[in-house]
């Protein structure tokens, strides 16, 4: 399944796709399935008895590009979708537009570069894409200035468990996600596919307006840095060690019974868990947490290597623990009576 | 005033982690207010009921700290920030956890210019000699705040937390003063604003105010080649009229002046080309809140040293009580 | 248009301060609207319901900023001199003897201060102007001023017009008065042509210090659907052809996350169909105007967005066409026709 959502091409404002794709793998006959204004997919299951209502959601956003104009001589040039690294871009094959044109973008070749123009890193501004056509009318019949630029990156077992692929931010989070929401639980469960997160989580606060949960939970792709290179404390999360619990991130700061409460539950059931050790990047949390009257919000993430490039690496061992973690913390929220997550009279 | 002040400083209440202060505020309150509840965020909402127009006061809890992010193999403590805390101010400087623990703040390698100053080289020392006894303290995720004494010059106090403890005095000393109202007040002691305005937002979309007023304090420029501020410690509360996160609305600025005048309070303007309070947040909630800021003068701001003249607050609370009477 | 534009731009609208417009603007819109009223942060709302019945009531709310880059007064000094602090973006090189209008207790007239260039070393002249080193000078003394002037008071930028070749238009604020001008002018075409959806149109304040009478007016008015117009980057020498937008050659409607795909392409299908000409302006995310706070108020609003070309923005001579400014007027009118029934046709 990874594979497939994976190889989907969607980002922020262009989820057509992955949309159709995810909802593929959803019940219609258990869930009511419906798309918001701006895109995003919900996927609710009444409560048979608890009051309760309880939105787990990921995002389905990849992170991509738009053709800003065609030069005369028929290249593209692009603009990123949300942050990249400008480092990544030279020497990669892409996809343009509703028609998957293919493109490559390219790089002065070695042998022509003088002097200290090796040692500085390429600026998105200068690269452009190459679809192989000679003048801008030639490229004008096929592309557009506002179409969507894909990597292209065939997803690859790597074997002991490990794979890769592009998108793993956030289409492992949505994995996750669907494999939850075929467990039966009975409080309304409120699974909710945002769109746009990578631009700003523009789809978090229109979906926590609509849905009113009681507790949020958001499955993310987050940062794994156990490579060479990297001081041991800015790591973050180590590959293969689970599901990392997420305590803050530039833009929230998790609830701090429900991250109590989702170790105790980890242990309980004997499922590996790190903590994400790192205060940086956002999230959906960020807008839901501090919705309406404020929603308790808690990030549980899956480690993904090299996020945020064509090839990023996941382990599937992790996947498979943060779904058994997440399922066991709704059970464990089904049953709980007495969590008071919302404050109250004093 | 001196002894709130105290009591209020001397707690730990740093963003995310505000529930001792909360606590505090929630005991001072009660003989005050009819009703008072907490919210998800933490957020504490005291509410002197009334048939007239609500007004929201509106004050954070929370104090700039450290998170721990990793404990190493020889017990030293990684940290961030909770809010803005300047590296400068903390090198060295000592850090005390919830349960007691102290800790100081060092850096790899001793720098040699500010330049080389950095927060991701910086460690906390608890003396622990491994990680197996650094755990027994502390854990990843742990808060800790500043340490700095709290002490009295005359009318200058001085003290870690002033930012905004000050402001939640005041708001206290307000309901303590306001008497009979015809208006609704909803004090409101807001939870992590040095992480982003965030407690605030829920809290006034709840609350629903018609105007709103935030204390908070604000830089003075009365020290030794200050940049040009007109603000001084000890001629007033100021009515900072805008800042990089809000414009004070005109009529609720009018108000505040107005007040000032009838009842003889010594005020101040400032005008600031940065830094942000709840009023941010607040005013732009749900159809729009008309709000001003009122700021307490302040030096030092986010030092572990920070000083304020009490007659300010003093003041501030006088105009404030008076003020929602008129509104 | 011209005259409207004229007059617009010769108003004072600070942020938080646009008061001092709100009448002008109301009176405008009372001209083609059932209803006018001013909300709590100064938004001027007008509504002008549907003369073509599809009987389903719905709004769309037609945005455009009426504050303007301004100052506000920080310090008066012992001289007299005034020190002030930015209200919105300003490049402090547009500031050198700019003469500037403050907003006391009476309108001062005062010029921002520069040293002569026989005084001036050449080191100095190299480094990068700080706001904080400038001041205003208004020819009086402390005293004078005590009674006039005070902490807090804004400051504007005196008016000057000028017409150039080829229509077009230079002055302050023509960032986004030009947009109100045009709101004007889509009134007096919806007349002509009739439109099926209650038109909101919103004179939006503090759009320069963060879009914030945009989220506020957006959800008061629970708007179906909403258009947003301002201005964009118009071309001159030194900029990327892909970062900037002709002037005259019409408007740029933009593409892209903030703007919904199908009103998007609707709105691009009305100006082939009528002849209009236009531009696409690409927005890889925030389109730095209303539109990315309309856009995510509530349960979400379908948005687009469109720009006349500005050239040297957030300075005294704002430069744009006038003939982009009832192209915009025509194309949104043209657009909002039937805007009702297209809605029903997306099921929005």
């Known amino acids: 399944m990874i594979k497939d959502l994976t190889a989907v091409m969607g980002a922020s404002g262009d989820e057509y796709d992955i949309r159709e794709e995810i909802r593929k793998h959803i019940n219609n006959d258990t869930y009511v399935v419906t798309t918001d204004s701006i895109g995003s997919l919900y996927a609710v299951r009444k409560a048979t008895k608890s009051e309760k209502k309880i939105m787990v959601t990921a995002h389905m956003d990849e992170l991509g590009f738009m053709v800003t104009s065609v030069t005369d001589s028929g290249m593209l040039k692009i603009k990123a979708l949300g942050g990249f690294d400008d480092r990544v871009l030279p020497s ?33 501004k200068q690269l452009l894409v190459d679809i192989g056509c000679f003048n801008k009318e030639e490229a004008e019949k096929l592309v557009s200035p506002g179409d969507y630029v894909y990597y292209e990156s065939e997803f690859v077992d790597m074997g002991n468990g490990i794979i890769k692929s592009k998108a793993l931010d956030n289409r492992t989070g949505c994995g996750v996600l669907i494999e939850v929401l075929k467990e039966e639980f009975d409080f309304t469960l409120q699974g909710c596919f945002t769109v746009q997160e990578e631009v700003g989580l523009r789809g978090a606060g229109i979906a926590a307006y609509n849905l009113k949960p009681d507790i949020a939970l958001v499955l993310e792709g987050t940062t794994c840095s156990d490579v060479p290179g990297e001081e ?49 990047g956002g999230n959906d949390s960020g807008k839901i947490q501090t919705s309406l009257e404020g929603i308790p919000t808690a ?28 399922k066991a913390v709704l059970r464990r929220l089904e049953n709980e009576k007495e969590l008071n997550l919302s404050g109250g009279k004093l | 005033m001196i002894e709130l002040i105290r009591k209020l400083t001397d707690v730990n209440g740093v963003s995310g982690n505000e529930e001792a202060a909360a606590a505090l505020i929630a005991d001072e309150m009660k003989p005050y207010v009819d009703e008072i509840r907490t919210d998800t965020l933490g957020n504490l909402i005291c509410v002197k009921k009334g048939k007239g127009k609500r007004i929201m006061l509106a004050a954070h809890m929370d104090e700039i700290g450290i998170i721990v992010t990793h404990i190493d193999d020889k017990g030293f403590l990684r940290f961030t920030g909770l809010g803005g805390i300047n590296h400068f101010y903390s090198l060295y400087q000592k850090v005390a956890f919830t349960n007691g623990t102290i800790g100081v703040i060092g850096h790899e390698e001793e720098p040699g210019e500010l330049k080389d100053l950095m927060l991701d080289k910086m460690y906390i020392d608890i003396g622990a000699g491994s990680r197996e006894e650094a755990v027994k303290k502390v ?104 800042d990089k996160s809000a414009v004070s609305h005109p009529e609720v600025k009018q108000l505040l002046v107005e007040t000032a005048k009838k009842i003889g309070i010594p005020y101040q303007f400032k005008v600031a080309a940065a830094g942000g309070t709840d009023a941010g947040v607040i005013s732009v909630s749900r159809g729009g809140v008309p709000t001003a800021m009122l700021a307490i003068p302040c030096r030092y701001i986010h030092s572990p040293a920070e000083m304020v003249n009490i007659n300010d607050m003093a003041n501030a609370a006088k105009l404030l009580a008076e003020a929602v009477k008129n509104a | 248009m011209k005259d409207i534009l004229k007059q617009l731009t010769g108003f004072s609208g600070p942020p938080g301060h646009e008061k001092m417009l709100t009448g002008f603007i109301s009176d405008l819109f009372s001209k083609y609207c059932d209803e006018v009223k001013i909300d709590k942060l100064y938004n001027v709302i007008g509504i002008k319901r549907a003369n073509r019945g599809s009987g389903t009531r719905r709004k769309v709310m037609v ?160 708007p179906d659907t909403a258009v947003v117009i301002d201005a964009c980057h118009g071309d001159m020498p030194g900029l990327d052809s892909d970062e900037v937008f002709k002037l005259g050659k019409g408007p740029a409607i933009a593409v892209g996350p903030n703007i919904h795909p199908q009103l998007g392409a609707y709105l691009k299908q009305i100006a082939v169909e009528q002849g209009i000409p236009y531009q696409v302006d690409v927005e890889a995310g925030n389109t730095g105007t209303d539109a990315w706070a309309i856009q995510v108020s509530r349960s979400g609003i379908p948005t687009v967005l469109v720009s006349f070309p500005l050239r040297y923005m957030h300075t005294t001579v704002e430069t744009v066409s006038l003939e982009d400014l009832d192209y915009i007027s025509k194309l949104l009118a043209y657009y909002i026709n039937n805007l009702g029934g297209k809605l029903e046709e997306l099921a929005l």
């Open chain 2, 139 to 242: 854990k990843v995720g742990d808060a800790a705040a500043f340490i700095g004494s709290f002490a009295v010059n005359g009318d200058m106090v001085v003290s870690k937390a002033l930012d905004d403890r000050s402001g939640c005095a005041v708001l206290i000393e307000t309901a303590r003063q306001v008497g009979d109202c015809e208006n609704e007040i909803y004090f409101v002691f807001t939870t992590q604003e040095e992480l982003g305005l965030r407690g605030a937002k829920p809290a006034a979309y709840a609350v629903e105010p018609e105007m709103a007023i935030v204390v908070d304090v604000s830089g003075a420029g009365d020290t030794p080649k200050a940049k040009t501020l007109p603000v001084k410690c000890g001629d007033g509360p100021a009515i900072k009229v805008m």
């Open chain 1, 232 to 280: 041991e404390h800015k790591v973050v999360t180590r590959l293969g060690q689970g599901p990392a619990v997420s305590i803050i991130d530039r833009y929230s700061y998790s609830n701090r019974r429900l991250v109590d409460l989702i170790l105790e539950t980890a242990k309980d059931n004997n499922i590996k868990v790190q903590i994400r050790e790192g205060v940086g």
């Open chain 3, 63 to 222: 945005a455009a900023h009426i504050d303007e880059i301004s100052m506000m007064v920080s310090d008066v000094d012992e001289r007299g001199f005034i020190r002030f602090a930015p209200l919105g973006g300003i490049d402090p090189r547009i500031l050198l003897a700019q003469e500037t209008i403050i907003h006391g207790r009476k309108q001062v007239y005062g010029v921002v201060g520069t040293k002569p260039p026989h005084l001036i070393s050449d080191e100095e002249k190299k480094k990068p102007m700080e706001i904080d080193k400038l001041y205003i000078d208004t020819g009086m003394s402390r005293d004078q001023l005590a009674s006039l002037v005070e902490v807090g008071d804004t400051i504007t930028f005196k008016h000057h017009w000028t017409e150039l070749q080829n229509g077009l238009v230079s002055s302050k604020s023509l960032d986004n008065r030009g947009g109100a001008a045009a709101v004007i002018g889509l009134l007096q075409e919806a007349d002509r042509h009739g439109h099926d959806i209650d038109i909101v149109c919103v004179a939006t304040v503090q759009e320069e210090v963060g879009l914030r009478g945009a989220v506020t007016s957006a959800y008061g008015i629970q």
């Open chain 1, 92 to 124: 990669k094959s892409v996809r343009v537009g509703k028609n998957k044109i293919p493109g490559v973008v390219g790089l002065k070749p070695v042998h022509l570069q003088e002097g200290d123009e090796k040692k500085q890193n390429a600026k998105m």
């Open chain 1, 299 to 326: 990030m549980i993430a899956i480690p993904c290597r090299y996020i945020h490039s064509p090839s990023s690496v996941m382990s599937m061992d992790d996947f498979d623990n943060t779904v058994r973690l997440v």
